[in-house]
């Protein structure tokens, strides 16, 4: 149960980062409205407010999230950018994901 609540909260903490970045990114580069900026704060915060939930250390907490934010990330790129993710990049999500199931669940962390 600890393995799939850390995931999870770790993919919505994704998610919460991804549009708050992707947000400027549309006003930026695809024209796309100024008032896109509030949600992406917004969203930003929540992202900063879901990586306090995790009971670890914040370092710890901090480098084991980029293994999940890899996944969402490439997740992204196939339902938003509609490019489907090549074979080295399932690869190197599974080691990343790999490190931060070490890095989350080795024995006496705190």
């Known amino acids: ?26 006003w930026l580069k695809k024209g796309g409205s100024a008032w896109l900026l509030l949600p992406a704060a917004l969203s930003l915060a929540a992202f900063a407010w879901l990586l306090t939930l995790h009971p670890q250390a914040a370092g710890r907490v901090y480098a084991a999230y980029g293994g999940v934010y890899i996944m969402v ?38």
């Open 1 to 26: 149960m600890l393995l799939l609540k850390t995931f999870g909260l770790f993919a919505l903490t994704a998610v919460a980062e991804i549009v708050g970045c992707y947000l400027p990114w549309l």
């Open 73 to 110: 990330a490439l997740a992204w790129l196939w339902a938003v950018d509609g490019l489907r993710p090549t074979q080295w990049d399932y690869v190197g999500a599974a080691v990343a994901l790999c490190g931060m199931a070490i890095i989350m669940f080795a024995p006496g962390q705190r």
